[in-house]
């Protein structure tokens, strides 16, 4: 059984510009949920899928947004990045909405 | 106020002590919730779930209270492993939005 997996794992960007990150979710899992991680701070919850559908939603704005594909496997996706967006970005899978996530190692996002 | 408040510490503790950490939450609908730890510069992982009734695992002990919206984490016998920040979270009443606490720091010495 695989676990949760991210990539790419580290990358570096230019403000204004746009990211892809990309998670696979463990295997039977139907749920994922995205997360920013400033230093310091705690995981903040950008959004969930379940699936295919936006189930729930931070507070974040528009520019972030996600997909989920028919095998759970998801994309965030940050347009006009700004250096605030910097942060260790993960990804999470469950059995289903309610139950305990399983993380992947998580992206490192540099904007300059 | 935050959703989800945890008392960042640090705490310094000597290996084989007792250690406590509370997290209060502020949604009474609130319906799932988790310890996790995370070591440095990695992701987290699931310690344990948090049940009403209580539950244990090994040296591990975690309680929810919903009349007072905390919950807790016990760790007995401390052990050089062990030092880590641990985050609660809380799952909320509409299944999709999960609320993290900061974490709290624990360091156990020698």
Redesign the interface.
């Known amino acids: 059984e695989t676990g949760v997996t991210q990539s790419p794992t580290h990358l570096i960007k230019t403000r204004g510009q746009q990211v892809t990150l990309r998670c696979s979710s463990q295997s039977g899992h139907n749920t994922v949920?995205w997360?920013q991680q400033a230093l310091?701070?705690?995981?903040?919850?950008i959004?969930?899928y379940?699936r295919e559908e936006e189930?729930?939603?931070?507070n974040f704005p528009p520019r972030f947004s996600g997909l989920q594909f028919p095998n759970y496997s998801s994309e965030l996706n940050v347009n006009a990045l700004e250096l605030d967006d910097s942060a260790l970005y993960?990804c999470a899978s469950s059995l289903d909405?309610?139950?305990?996530?399983?993380?992947?190692?998580?992206t490192r996002l540099t904007v300059v | 106020r935050k959703e989800?408040e945890q008392d960042p510490g640090p705490f310094n503790v000597p290996e084989g002590a007792t250690v406590a950490f509370n997290c209060t939450y502020s949604n009474s609908a609130s319906?799932?919730f988790?310890w996790y730890r995370q070591d440095c510069r990695?992701?987290?992982?699931?310690l344990m779930?948090v049940y009403s009734s209580g539950n244990e695992d090994g040296r591990f002990t975690a309680q929810l209270n919903r009349a007072s919206q905390y919950i807790s984490l016990l760790i007995r016998d401390s052990k050089l492993s062990d030092s880590a920040t641990y985050?609660c979270v809380v799952?909320?009443a509409?299944?999709?939005?999960?609320?993290?606490?900061?974490?709290t720091t624990l360091t156990v010495k020698p």
């Open positions: 949920s997360y310091g701070q705690g995981p903040q919850f959004f969930q379940y189930n729930g939603r931070g993960l909405r309610w139950t305990e996530a399983f993380f992947g190692q998580g | 989800v319906q799932s988790f990695k992701e987290p992982k699931l779930s985050l799952n909320g509409n299944a999709g939005k999960s609320t993290f606490g900061d974490g």
